[in-house]
């Protein structure tokens, strides 16, 4: 966890590595800002940032900036103030306060076309009137931008840093402007806000059916998938346009796997344009690939310890971690953000890095989501939020998910070791093998 009080002693700047940042949001009703908002908050947590969106109804406080200050002094990070924020005393204030606490201060203003503004109402009311059909919401939020449009003060870059956003779902019309932007952390928030914010998305996300190596219990590999997966590869084609779906089932625009047997083979029936994508490959497990857990234990005991007392930035000798796989990812979730209706076949731990964006999973607990075989995961947008739905296709499979043993210690035994692995036959049953 970053130390958000670190700064330089004697300085009247804030340290360039590790100096608290406030983001200020700036632009009138319905310009994304909240979705925008939400969308560096969700970036920035996943990457392992201390990071919270301040919600303010029109413009910052004292009270805002007592909150963010309790904030940062429990060692936390990044602060962003989600509100209109129109005018430059407003700003100012917070300006002056990131000046007085030596913070690190960024702008964010956000700019719409009329039209791009008309259907961001439109959209926004449609959500509230779910949430609360006994208010006229599409003209409370006409009435809303319309009061506060005259108010507006436009940013200035003499105010400081400053990202001025020109808002659009089209990519060709959407652009973003930078000027004093500084620093690692403001750097990945110009390079979230360089892409549009899709308002309506699906994503659907299925590891690959079950495989050779599932059965016996193996890590890895390249192994072809047992008759158990290709009968869920026929169980997935149903459920997305291929042979024997109905007419109204979800049909992919654009289906990724990765270069692995039991991946492209899971997706064979399914129609769309594909992709083999290297980055979605599984962990590497280095000296370990192809091993059951019990031959892990006989040759590697410290390694099988290690790797349970921090499976997160535990690497495989000449292999990976689950911290080189949420970089690897990372240019995945940036073009999955692009798009929409896009089926995602992977691994285990792959997948489990790419669905803890969507839910806001703390980064020591990302190896240890459930991502079962023989289940298809649907990603559906909901505001500025995700709804994940898990649908098991109910095809038998073996269960490899794995705990983590209450003793970790490298002087366990054997059976302390073992005591949660799952459950595996030793050689291939003919029944499972065509």
Known sequence: MSNGTTNLIGSSK??????????????????GKSLAAHKISRYLFWRGEDVKVFKVEDFVTEETLQNISEWFTTGHNVAIIDGMNLSKQSRNLVANYCRTSVYHHLIVEFNC???????NIKDTALFYEKLDNNKDWLKK???RFKKFTPLYEKCSIHEGPLITVNNSENQLL????AHGVQGLLQTFILGVLSSPVIKHRVFYFSRHGESEFNVLGRIGGDADLSDRGRKYADNLAKQLGGPGSSKDSPKPRLIWTSELRRTISTVQNIPGPRATL??????NAGICEGLTYE?????FPSEFAWRDQDKLKYRYPHGESYLDLLQRVDGVIQALLLNTDVLVVSHQAVLRCIISYFKGTKPEEIPYINVPLHTLIIVKSYGYDFEIETVPLKV??????RIQPNNCSIERTSADALTTVPAHFDSVPSALIN
């Open 14 to 31: 804030p340290c360039q590595i590790n100096g608290p940042l406030i983001v200020t949001i700036v632009g009138l009703p319905c310009h």
């Open 174 to 177: 959407h652009s973003v402007t």
């Open 295 to 299: 031959e892990i234990q006989e040759r």
């Open 141 to 143: 939020l006409q009435e």
């Open 396 to 401: 038998e499979c073996v269960d490899t998910y």
């Open 278 to 283: 290297k980055d979605l490959n599984e962990i």
């Open 113 to 119: 076309t009329e039209a791009c503004v008309e259907d």
